[in-house]
């Protein structure tokens, strides 16, 4: 059973930075995309950064574009969304994704993030 764990949300102030972990295992995940998603209050889910496991590639959302980065751990199965210049549009609950290429989808607890003006 493959089991998401996220970290790393808080408050932060507007132009300021964090790094979500996801912390994944249950699983080798070289035949899955990992993804962090987000939902605001009164909106619906939203994806904002894709990962391939096997290849690196990466995919971002529009709004997100030049202010955050996904990477993984070298050594350990964790991923990370590095985020920068924050905005209050940003304020959600972050989710992590991994999504097999037999279209089995997992989802973690989320993590909040609050950016304050």
């Known amino acids: 059973q493959v089991q998401l764990v996220e970290s790393g949300g808080g408050l932060v102030q507007t132009g300021g930075s964090l790094r979500l972990s996801c912390a994944a295992s249950?699983?080798?995940?070289?035949?899955?995309?990992m993804g962090w998603f987000r939902q605001a209050p009164g909106k619906e889910r939203e994806e904002v950064a894709r990962?391939?496991?096997?290849?690196?590639?990466?995919r971002f959302a529009d709004f997100v574009k030049g202010r955050f980065t996904i990477s993984r751990a070298n050594t350990k199965d964790t991923l990370y969304l590095q985020m920068s210049s924050l905005e209050p549009e940003d304020t959600a609950v972050y989710y992590c994704?991994?999504?097999?290429?037999?279209?089995?989808?997992?989802w973690g607890q989320g993590t909040q993030v609050t950016v304050s003006s």
């Open positions: 249950g699983r080798t995940f070289d035949k899955y995309t």
């Open positions: 994704n991994a999504v097999h290429y037999g279209g089995v989808e997992y």
């Open positions: 990962f391939w496991w096997s290849s690196d590639d990466t």
